[in-house]
């Protein structure tokens, strides 16, 4: 029997796609929390015409793909109509809101382009609105005659020279990391760049429509990268705002904790305003430079960062009942045993005291124990003389330092 093939605005589908997306992202994160996940195909293209079903890339790397492949097979059924090869496996979930299609693909391989093809598409309109025209051709149509189409037509798409600009511009970002909130873009670890990357590289946060309208762009510039990089981001509209030092510490070394008179409170036990009102108060003349999001904004950017777990990340220290400072400790994002310190801070009357060193290691402790970290990473400015004591008496080393150049729309 001939299986017909009908269409869609996306638009119809743009609220159900959406809940779809989030929730098997956020379980497959569960599973496979060093993967990445995007939605792809056109239910992720605004103005395209849909079938209506949704569908995710799970990337990963080639050493992580068995078991990558194990435990998708656990959870959804294998897609028998597709190829499944050593670099790629199709999975599907038809009892959802929406037909749901997975494709598990290794970095870098000859399959791993379809985030590649759904970004090409928003960036060049004109091309959605062609593949538009060819789906309706096809409305009501046989299913098989269509695919051999759109094969052809996603083939033209990637022997264009548009598409391998923008293939080498997302292999370009795929060096360093990327930290996004909702209203900034942080960009790390540049050290993996050459001079000649460095440079491209602040060309694209120039052109590249997704960057350039985020409100705060910010770029740590690493040591090695000299005046010329400098100069080239301040012509772009960037400003010097500080001097960063990166710190780490293996937490296997981390002792016991000391019988000392510190507890803490997560956001699961007092109320958010309370907690809001502590960490305004450890923000106030801190040495560090200041942030330019607002305590709000930093709280919302903390739920979108660490996603449904971050109340247990939100902990005020308390001494003796005394109020003491902000602890947030969390597992880095795409990572398994990163540990992170989202913030630090005593409030104002408790400095001065040596209680930041007490502190500290009592949420590196934290971060092993209650968290399941390996290592710990922290930064602050160079010129935190007090901070950089601190991750002195806890035993970590300096791995790096860097520029902190923003841009701000």
């Given at each position: ?69 194990e435990s998708l097979m656990a959870m959804y059924s294998l897609n028998t109509g597709s190829d499944q090869t050593s670099f790629f496996c199709a999975f599907e979930k038809e009892d959802e809101i929406l037909p749901l299609g997975i494709q ?306």
């Amino acid at each position: 029997m001939t299986e017909i093939v009908t269409f869609a605005p996306e638009k119809e589908f743009r609220i159900n796609a959406e809940t779809v997306f989030q929730k098997h992202s956020g379980l497959i994160k569960q599973v496979l929390p060093e993967s990445q996940v995007y939605h792809v195909g056109s239910t992720g293209v605004i103005g395209s015409l849909t079938k209506g079903d949704v569908d995710l890339q799970v990337r990963v790397t080639q050493e992580d793909f068995p078991e990558a492949k194990e435990s998708l097979m656990a959870m959804y059924s294998l897609n028998t109509g597709s190829d499944q090869t050593s670099f790629f496996c199709a999975f599907e979930k038809e009892d959802e809101i929406l037909p749901l299609g997975i494709q598990l693909t290794v970095n870098g391989s000859s399959v791993d382009n379809f985030r590649k093809v759904t970004q090409f598409f928003f960036e060049h309109p004109s091309y959605t609105e062609a593949y538009n025209h060819l789906k309706m051709k096809f409305e009501g149509e046989d299913m098989e005659e269509y695919r051999n189409e759109k094969s052809s037509f996603i083939a033209h798409i990637l022997s264009t020279k548009e598409y391998e600009q923008l293939s080498k511009r997302m292999d370009l970002y795929e060096k360093v990391k990327f930290v996004e909130g909702e209203t900034f873009l942080t960009i790390e670890e540049t050290k993996n760049l050459t001079h000649s990357e460095m440079v491209e590289l602040i060309g694209h946060l120039r052109i590249d429509p997704s960057i350039r309208s985020v409100k705060n762009v910010i770029v740590l510039v690493n040591s090695k990268f000299n005046s010329e990089i400098e100069a080239l981001l301040e012509n772009n509209g960037f400003e010097l705002r500080a001097d960063n030092i990166t710190v780490r510490r293996d937490l296997d070394t981390i002792s016991p904790k000391e019988d000392v008179p510190i507890s803490f409170k997560s956001l699961n036990e007092i109320s958010k305003s309370d907690f809001k009102r502590v960490w305004k108060e450890s923000m106030v003349n801190s040495l560090n430079a200041p942030s330019s999001l607002n305590v709000d904004e930093q709280m919302r950017s903390v739920e979108v960062e660490l996603g449904s777990t971050y109340k247990a990340s939100c902990l005020v220290a308390y001494e003796s009942n005394r109020l003491l400072g902000v602890v947030m400790p969390h597992i880095e994002p795409g990572t398994t045993n990163e540990g992170r310190l989202f913030y630090f801070g005593l409030v104002r009357s408790e400095r001065g005291k040596g209680k930041s060193k007490q502190l500290h290691k009592q949420a590196l402790d934290i971060l092993k124990n209650d968290f399941d970290a390996a290592y710990y990473i922290g930064s602050t400015g160079k010129d935190n003389i007090p901070m950089l004591k601190t991750f002195q008496n806890s035993g970590c080393t300096i791995v790096e330092s860097n520029k902190v150049y923003k841009r701000e729309v």
